[in-house]
């Protein structure tokens, strides 16, 4: 019988190894925990009450979907009590959420993104969970402000996400390569599937949303014609297309068989900087990338070393094959005179 290695099993060999602390190791553990609940959730769609709108916005003034109000407390409230947080902050929560007077608290901060994909929660495509965890840089009698997770994503001590998909899988690194794992239903536990996932350096996929094309700017535009003009073009060979419209699904396709993600600054998001949020998608996908070999760019600059100004801020993100985001990112900086 093949040796089947869970979830804990890892956690405890890298604690082991030096790599994860206790209290990261718990953390990561009720990260799952609530991921298999929502992943409950989610499957049981409709007989769980689960699709359609809240009725409710969020800060961003995005109408929140049933699906986001749940899964957001469902990770709030796991990760509450374990004594290994000193704060949390959510795409779903206009500010930084406390840890209750009554519960003892911990080193770590945790951000989220409870549900990825909004949009196909009622047409049953995949979507996710996205974190990012970085280290509380406050003493612990203090409450952490918006201004403590104000930390570059190199800071980051771990970040991944799960895909509820034809199967739950959750997708993970420490800092020592991206590790992916199958929730194994019947057994209840995450089972270790994808050992070192690698994002290979060459790609012929692209994902964008090609609806916005009227709206990019110069390098995006030349950047794509040049990839639609497959074995004609300058490119000289084809390239095919794919667009989720789930960043975690598109990221997880791409951390499977290579690929090159897009969600660039266009004139739409002019005033927001861009679509995607910094501190809880660009950032934990940028480290798992990258981890995985890949690369993560704004189009002028690594997403990783950007210093955030608020938590919610939205940055461009060009995610994922490595010589293909290098030479997107060298359209926006040397552009063709
Ligand atoms: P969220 O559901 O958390 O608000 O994120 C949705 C994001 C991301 O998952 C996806 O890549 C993108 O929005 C899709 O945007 P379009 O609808 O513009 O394609
Ligand atoms: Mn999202
Ligand atoms: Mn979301």
Known sequence: MPKRISLTHFLIDEQRAGRVSADLRLLIEVVARSVKTISVTVSKGALAGALGEAGTENVQGEAQKKLDVIANEILLQANEWGGHLAAMASEEVETVHQIPFDYPKGGYLLLFDPLDGSSNIDVNVTIGTIFSVLRNPQTKDKD????????????????????????????????????????????????????????????????????????????????????????????????????????VADVHRVLTRGGIFMYPFDEKCREKGGKLRLMYEANPMAMLIEQAGGAATTGRGRILDIIPERLHQRVPVILGSRTEVERVTSYHLDPPS
Not at 209 to 237: C, H, M, T
């Open 144 to 247: 952490p402000t918006e201004a403590d997770f104000l930390q570059p994503g190199r800071d980051q001590v771990a970040a991944g996400y799960a895909t509820y998909g034809p199967s739950t899988q959750l997708v993970l690194t420490v800092g020592g390569g991206v590790h992916g794992f199958t929730l194994d239903r019947e057994m209840g536990s995450f089972i270790y599937t994808h050992p070192f996932m690698t994002v290979p350096a060459e790609t012929c996929e692209y994902s964008i949303n090609a609806s916005n094309a009227r709206f990019w700017e110069a390098p995006v535009q030349r950047y794509i014609a040049e990839l639609q003009q497959g074995k004609d073009g300058p490119r000289g060979s084809d390239f095919n297309m794919r667009w989720i419209a789930s960043m």
